[in-house]
């Protein structure tokens, strides 16, 4: 039987973990939720404060604590962060910094996006991967992201996929172990569809990140699962950017997994969460095992290339 994805609603979310600040920003927005909201807050000038760091970003596609950042605020109004007030969500200021993140997002991905041309062969090479050479360890730690990239509410399966693989489904709960340009794929996905228009074409701005991926990877576990991504035509510029903003965060967070695995090495972040995984810290153990050419190039590189 085939599954198809539909976004969740708001109320069916579960509140996210709160996950370790990467930087000063990230940092403040968690110093401030998680005081009272009755009193003054601990971080004054938070606007102010981000919109330096945005200004100083090198590039905020790739920046870990503006895209933490922002991924925070997300959760804040979408399920909620254990043990955050709910009522931060209507917070007039918080509002303002999740304004000028995502404004910044779209003109770093619309920049990005005007100076070269659409790239999406990540996702369709970490999908086939997935779904035909990839290790144990590998998928574990793909389902790791994708717990990440999407949410066991609007992907049930996705569940029992990482309830078969030992893994949690805590929503959030691998935050601290992807890398970021996961993240930017989830806070695009998340920014894009706040403003899609209805129709089958908002529906398909709303499948989440890496689905294609997931659907491979939950297909090797014999989780059978399918997406609709059937979309009316792109007719306007809003949905084109849509579509190739979707195509590229998806692009960057595939090929940075796939390009890891080739070396022989984790595409997760070091962190104390995988000491304490036993799933995830077997797994980069035995990526660390496979023998990596002088050349750098990973065993299985070299295999495709005669």
Request: aromatic share 2%; with cysteine.
């Amino acid at each position: 039987m085939t599954t198809r994805i539909a976004p969740a609603a708001r109320s069916t979310r579960a509140p996210m973990a709160i996950p370790t600040p990467r930087g000063p920003v990230s940092a403040a927005v968690v110093a401030v939720v998680t005081g009272p909201i009755d009193l003054p807050p601990i971080v004054s000038s938070l606007d102010a404060q981000v919109e330096r760091a945005v200004i100083n970003s090198r590039d905020i596609l790739t920046d870990d604590d503006l895209q933490l950042a922002l991924l925070f605020l997300h959760a804040l109004g979408d399920g909620g962060i254990v043990g955050v007030d709910p009522r931060w969500a209507d917070d007039g200021i918080l509002a303002d910094v999740r304004r000028t993140l995502e404004s910044a997002l779209e003109e770093a991905l619309r920049d990005r996006l005007s100076r070269a041309p659409i790239v999406a062969d990540g996702t369709d090479r970490l999908a086939a991967f997935l779904a035909a050479e990839a290790t144990t360890a590998e998928l574990d730690e793909f389902l790791a992201i994708a717990a990440v990239s999407a949410t066991c509410e609007s992907m049930p399966e996705l569940a029992t996929a990482l309830e078969g693989a030992g893994l949690d489904c805590s929503p959030g709960h691998y935050v601290d172990a992807v890398d970021v340009r996961v993240i930017t794929a989830r806070t695009t996905a998340t920014m894009l569809a706040a403003t899609a228009l209805r129709g089958r074409s908002a529906v398909a701005a709303q499948l989440p990140p890496l689905a294609g991926c997931i659907v491979a990877a939950a297909g090797r576990l014999g989780v059978e699962l399918a997406v609709d991504d059937a979309a009316a035509p792109v007719r306007t510029d809003a949905r084109r950017f849509a579509r190739d903003a979707r195509r590229l965060v998806d692009h960057l967070a595939a090929a940075h997994t796939l390009d890891a695995w080739m070396h022989a090495e984790s595409a997760l972040r070091p962190c104390e969460l995988i000491e304490q995984d036993g799933v995830l810290s077997a797994a980069a153990l035995a990526l660390r095992d496979v023998d990596v050419p002088a050349d750098g190039r990973g065993a299985r590189e070299l295999e495709n290339a005669h």
